[in-house]
């Protein structure tokens, strides 16, 4: 039988699934098939990496990780809930581009390292890898909500202005972003319909998201028991019904724009 995707590993209890949407990675990196292969292979570890960074914090707040999957657009972990406080939040967000800071700083100098040592080859495959975690740290804390630094901002809003209006903030803000993110890679030269998709898919889930949060707060102050604020009605609907069904998945898109420098750094090194 044809799946979409598959177990790979078990870490901490978390089944960890690769998404066959995984391979167009293979397509999508330039250079010879070994480079493609060992940098599709370094990607793969260093996303898995940052989604068990992640769920590290997450577990030890209390909270369930269901699976770690690995897709084209990026790394997902699927929580049954999420840490409510605004410090665990944080510290849950921030684990993940943590790890990648330092896989990058591993990388970098670690494959200074081979290359001072004439293994050029493998040193500069490492070297690369390096950048990539870094590139995915950057990316991945940009105030894009559900992306880790939309999950910071929505955690600095929270005391502020409530959990479910610091959601909504916070979501607004992440689709503006997705938005930015489309037009520039529509009209960026070469056009990127890779992140283009990937501004879809933060659009989406950050509406998601908002959803799941309004229900859950609606079902925090018990059905009917009044009013709660609907930004988008006047006067307040009815809450809507909490199924309990809705995970939330913490996302982390990988940074596809810098696949070039790769490009660049293979050819520098070949000649
Ligand atoms: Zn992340």
């Not at 070297?127 to 105030?143: S, V």
């Not at 909504?168 to 890779?194: D, Q, T």
């Not at 990937?198 to 102050?221: D, H, L, N, T």
Request: one cysteine or more; a positive charge.
């Amino acid at each position: 039988m044809f799946r979409s995707q598959y177990q790979i590993a078990t870490v901490w209890g978390i089944p960890i699934k690769v998404h066959i949407s995984w391979l167009i990675i293979l397509l999508m990196i330039p250079g010879t098939l070994l480079f493609r292969v060992l940098i599709a292979l370094g990607l793969f570890m260093s996303v898995a990496l940052h989604e068990l960074g992640h769920s590290f914090v997450a577990i030890r707040k209390g909270c369930r990780v269901r699976e770690i999957t690995l897709m084209f657009m990026g790394g997902a972990a699927q929580m049954e809930s999420m840490p409510r406080r605004p410090l665990d939040e944080t510290l849950m967000a921030l684990a993940g581009p943590a790890v990648s800071v330092l896989l990058g700083a591993a990388g970098y100098f670690g494959g200074h390292f081979l290359m001072r040592m004439g293994l050029s080859y493998p040193g500069m495959i490492i070297y690369i890898l390096g950048w990539i975690n870094w590139a995915l740290a950057g990316f991945n804390l940009l105030p894009s909500f559900p992306m880790d630094g939309g999950r910071v901002f929505r955690a600095l809003l929270t005391p502020k202005v409530g959990r479910l209006r610091a959601t909504f903030i916070a979501a607004r803000l992440g689709k503006i972003m997705a938005v930015l993110f489309g037009l520039y890679g529509f009209l960026n030269e070469p056009r990127s319909w890779v992140l283009v998709a990937i501004a879809f898919f933060i659009y989406s889930a950050a509406g998601r998201e908002y959803r799941v949060v309004q229900m859950e707060e609606a079902a925090r102050r018990g059905e009917g028991a009044g009013p709660f604020w609907n930004p988008f009605r006047s006067p307040p609907e009815p809450p809507p019904r909490f199924d309990g069904g809705d995970d939330y998945v913490v996302i982390s898109p990988p940074p596809y724009a810098k696949s070039r420098r790769a490009e660049h750094a293979e050819v520098d090194v070949e000649q």
